[in-house]
């Protein structure tokens, strides 16, 4: 549930959200599911007012970030900028989400397969990316893809901050998002392989049908944010999926990793399906006899999941702690996600206390 949640030092390297929607913040039917920005081209790749400066998307570039197939199938990102983002090397070089960054982070098969960003602000809920309604993402850079002072300063998540969350000194620093491709994406030494986000709702920013197999954030909203019944086996989100979620296919939409920091943390060939985290890892983490080599996530079910030394602890994400997983000092300060706060990051008495990502 993340009811007491707290992703002590978790991670979220790359988490799908299948459908993910957003409902009201929404992410309602965005695709990247090949992820097309089907209605939203992203020519110079906006977004309907978003602009992904000079990200394309011919194949969805994002100038040699392809978002192959990318489509955002009616995925707005209405009022969502991407202010001057780009994804140069798909970075989001400036692509900010608003002077966010993404410096080498790529996303190259990157989903979102019916996923929105309706006003893709996660209506008053936000995901520094996007902004997500008085999102920021200050001076969150993901710089070498650092969020260097990336702090999502006055990124809400509907009075979710993220206030001096920062992923200030997130970092992301040596994180990186260096190669971070997002197919292949590696984040130099942490990976996001093929999150995908399909069917992941975001209630109010809930993640409310948002699955993760049934997991389910069906209610799972992150009201009570949870990752309630979000198993991770098969590591599905089966409706959610991180089914065949590889991260490849893989978002990094609304993880963070504040300081999270995958540092050494890789999720090297970090799929979620031979998913690893080199080092972090994630080894053969699959999600489906998930391990998180190192990391754990050995039986990391994400119901009766454990990520043995990684450790989601008692993380089940259901009564999901991620007890040294962090998600250091992510703090999503004030960060609701509707009554959700991750005050010291909760997510609804979710804490991520000193939470990273």
Do not use: S
Request: hydrophobic content about 60%.
């Amino acid at each position: 549930m993340f009811y007491e949640v707290i992703f002590y030092e978790v991670i979220f390297c790359e988490t799908i959200f299948y459908e993910v929607i957003f409902y009201e913040v929404i992410f309602y039917e965005i695709i990247f599911c090949e992820i097309i920005f089907y209605e939203v081209i992203f020519y110079e790749i906006i977004f309907y007012e978003i602009i992904f400066y000079e990200v394309i998307f011919f194949e969805i570039i994002f100038c040699g970030v392809i978002f192959c197939e990318i489509i955002f199938y009616d995925i707005i990102f209405y009022e969502v900028i991407f202010y001057e983002i780009i994804f140069y090397e798909v970075m989001f070089y400036e692509v900010m989400f608003y002077e966010v960054m993404f410096y080498e982070v790529i996303f190259y098969e990157i989903i979102f397969y019916e996923v929105m960003f309706y006003e893709v602000m996660f209506y008053e809920v936000m995901f520094y990316e996007v902004i997500f309604y008085e999102i920021i993402f200050y001076e969150v850079i993901f710089y070498e893809i650092i969020f260097y002072e990336v702090i999502f300063y006055e990124v809400i998540f509907y009075d979710i901050i993220f206030y001096e969350i920062m992923f200030c000194e997130i970092i992301f620093y040596e994180i990186i998002f260096f190669e971070v491709i997002f197919f292949e994406v590696i984040f130099y030494e942490i990976m996001f392989y093929e999150i995908i986000f399909y069917e992941v709702i975001f209630y109010e920013v809930i993640f409310y049908e948002i699955i993760f197999n049934e997991v389910i954030f069906y209610e799972v909203i992150f009201y009570e944010v949870i990752f309630c019944e979000t198993i991770f086996y098969e590591v599905i989100f089966y409706e959610v999926i991180f089914y065949e979620i590889i991260f490849c296919e893989i978002i990094f939409y609304e993880i963070i990793f504040c300081e999270i920091i995958f540092y050494e943390i890789i999720f090297f060939k970090v799929i979620f399906f031979e998913v690893m985290f080199y080092e972090i890892m994630f080894y053969e983490v699959i999600f489906c006899e998930v391990i998180f080599y190192e990391v754990i996530f050995y039986e990391v079910i994400f119901c009766e999941i454990i990520v043995y030394d990684v450790i989601f602890c008692e993380i089940i994400f259901y009564e999901v702690i991620f007890y040294e997983v962090i998600l250091y000092k992510i703090i999503f300060c004030e960060i609701i996600f509707y009554e959700v706060i991750f005050y010291e990051v909760i997510f609804y008495k979710i804490i991520f206390y000193e939470v990273i990502f």
